[in-house]
């Protein structure tokens, strides 16, 4: 697989933060508590890492995109993500190489209506070529441009995981988006720590071999959640608290 970023060691603090879904209004309030915990210890621009998925489910995949491409993102944080599952669809659906209709029934609806667009008992070929017609290219360009993977020294971000029989550098663009088992029940070595999200959880799940960090925005009762994870490997928890 294509891996941006490096392994040299890590001298920051590293804010991983899963799956946003479709919710700019607790990505923003997680985004605040990053901030004042950087400034507590000491750091000014904190590392921010995310796992994908910032779109589908929640009612405003707009909203999401229009913070991560905004000059107040920019300015306050050294950030970057991984593609997730949700915003290849969303691309791939756009291309003609994915079913829309399977797009739509998986949180690609919500998106669609974010943009102002009515379906309308039209078929989902025609409201995507309407979805299409509005949305911004700056937004479509992000999504497209995102990797599949970001080597953070120790760590490597990904989406879903990672297979563990299958060597870090042969891994499949499938499987990095998509897999559940056996990554997740897995308790040797990957040959890195994987920072993930794909698999909701009801806290941040870490191990000695990866941290899980979705928390379930976008679904009845989620949230969002930042993994600050130190040089050293230690792991402290922001929440953004329940939805609404």
Request: aromatic letters at 8%; glycine letters at 16%; charged letters at 20%.
């Amino acid at each position: 697989m294509d891996i941006t970023g490096n392994s040299l060691p890590r001298t920051r603090t590293v804010y991983a933060i899963g799956d946003v879904h479709g919710c700019p209004q607790m990505l923003r309030k997680l985004l605040g508590l990053v901030l004042e915990d950087a400034g507590r210890h000491g750091g000014t621009r904190p590392r921010v890492g995310f796992a994908g998925d910032f779109i589908d489910r929640g009612m405003d995949s707009r909203g999401v995109l229009e913070l991560l491409c905004s000059a107040w993102m920019t300015d306050r944080f050294d950030w970057f993500s991984v593609r997730g599952n949700h915003e290849m669809m969303m691309v791939d659906a756009l291309a003609g190489t994915f079913d829309p209709r399977t797009w739509m029934l998986n949180g690609g609806a919500e998106t669609i209506e974010s943009y102002g667009v009515e379906f309308g008992g039209d078929g989902p070929d025609r409201v995507l070529r309407r979805f299409a017609a509005v949305l911004p290219e700056r937004h479509r360009e992000f999504c497209a441009g995102l990797p599949l993977a970001h080597r953070e020294g120790e760590l490597l971000f990904v989406h879903a995981g990672v297979d563990p029989a299958v060597p870090l550098d042969a891994q499949q663009a499938g499987t990095l988006l998509w897999i559940r088992e056996p990554f997740l029940g897995y308790a040797g070595s990957f040959g890195a720590r994987i920072v993930h999200g794909h698999s909701p959880g009801p806290a941040v799940a870490v191990t000695q071999s990866r941290i899980g960090v979705d928390i379930g925005a976008g679904f009845p009762g989620g949230t969002l959640s930042a993994a600050a994870i130190a040089p050293g490997g230690g792991v402290r928890v922001l929440s953004a608290g329940p939805a609404g």
